[in-house]
C-alpha cells in the first residue's frame, strides 16, 4: 500500500512538472539605466546636485584665495628677513610674525581641507539618498505595470553582477517594456 501511494505521489509531482514546463511565462525585459536616465526628477536632482557642487568649489576657491593671499604675506616677510641692513630686534619681529603668518596659514588650509572633505561627503550622502528615491520610484512603476500587463518576470537587461557580468545574458522572446515605462513617466513631468 505504501509503494502504491508513493507511486501515485510520483506520477502526481511528475504531471504537475509538466503542466508548470508547457504553461507559457509572461517575460519582459527593462533598461534601468535608460529609464534612470531619461527620467526628469534625475535630471532634476543632478542639476541640484551640480548647483550645490559648484557653490562649494567657489567656496573652496575663497578659502584658497585667503591661503595664497598669506603665503605672498609669508614670502614678503622671508625677503625683509634676508635683508642684511635689518637690524637684531626688527629682524626677530619679523620672524615672530613670519612664524605666526605660516602658522595661521596651516591652520587655514587644514580647516579647508576638513570643509571640502565634509561637504563632499555630505553631497555623496544626498546624492545616494536622491538617487535611490528615484529608483524606488522606477521600481514602484515597473512594479505596477508587471502587474496590470500580467507579467511573470520582469529583468533588467542592463543590470551586472560582482564579476561585472551581465545579469541577463539573453533573452529570446522577452518584451522590452523600457519605451513603454519612459512614455509612462514623462507624462508624470512638469511642463517646461
Not at 3 to 9: E, P, R
Not at 61 to 80: P, S
Not at 89 to 114: C, H, P, Y
Request: glycine share 4%; hydrophobic share 40%.
Amino acid at each position: 500500500m505504501n509503494f502504491t501511494k508513493a507511486i501515485k505521489s510520483i506520477a502526481l509531482i511528475g504531471f504537475s512538472v509538466a503542466s508548470v514546463a508547457h504553461a507559457e511565462l509572461k517575460i519582459a525585459t527593462v533598461d534601468m539605466n535608460k529609464l534612470f536616465e531619461g527620467y526628469y526628477k534625475t535630471e532634476e536632482t543632478q542639476k541640484e546636485i551640480n548647483v550645490e557642487r559648484a557653490r562649494v568649489q567657489k567656496e573652496n576657491e575663497e578659502r584658497l584665495e585667503k591661503i595664497r593671499t598669506l603665503q605672498d604675506k609669508i614670502q614678503d616677510i622671508r625677503k625683509k628677513i634676508d635683508d642684511p641692513s635689518l637690524g637684531e630686534a626688527k629682524k626677530m619681529e619679523l620672524v615672530k610674525s613670519f612664524e605666526e603668518t605660516k602658522q595661521e596659514g596651516i591652520a587655514l588650509d587644514r580647516e579647508r581641507r576638513e570643509f571640502l572633505e565634509r561637504r563632499n561627503a555630505a553631497l555623496m550622502e544626498k546624492t545616494r539618498d536622491d538617487m535611490k528615491i528615484i529608483l524606488d520610484e522606477l521600481n514602484e512603476v515597473i512594479l505596477a505595470a508587471s502587474k496590470a500587463d500580467a507579467y511573470d518576470y520582469v529583468f533588467n537587461k542592463t543590470a551586472v553582477g560582482g564579476n561585472q557580468v551581465p545579469f541577463l545574458l539573453y533573452s529570446k522572446d522577452a518584451v522590452d517594456i523600457t519605451e513603454q515605462l519612459s512614455a509612462k513617466l514623462a507624462e508624470s513631468a512638469p511642463a517646461k
